[in-house]
């Protein structure tokens, strides 16, 4: 059975169950879309996180991009930036 990981939401709000795997791939995408840019908005994120994983993934990618982002600012690894529109989202110094 595979491996599963709960995650958290910056609010508080209830987290998701899904894959350690899917988790991990995910997670690893993000922050390797945010290391060389410092910032993204949320749009550009997802881009690149969808053309990372595109064909070595299955589900629906911006779903899980977001499940793990929430998750990731919950932790305080990646943070939104305040008062930007449409959102932005950095990395955590």
Excluded: C
Aim: hydrophobic share 35%; charged share 30%.
């Amino acid at each position: 059975m595979d491996e599963k990981v709960l995650t958290r939401h910056p609010e508080g709000k209830r987290g998701r169950s899904i894959s350690r795997a899917k988790y991990e791939a995910v997670r690893q995408a993000i922050l390797d879309s945010l290391a060389p840019r410092g910032e993204l908005t949320h749009t550009a994120l997802t881009e690149a996180v969808v053309e990372r994983l595109k064909g070595k993934f299955t589900g629906s990618i911006p779903w899980y991009m977001e499940t793990v982002k929430l998750d990731l600012e919950a932790k305080g690894i990646i943070q939104r930036v305040p008062n930007t529109r449409p959102q932005h989202v950095r990395l955590v110094k």
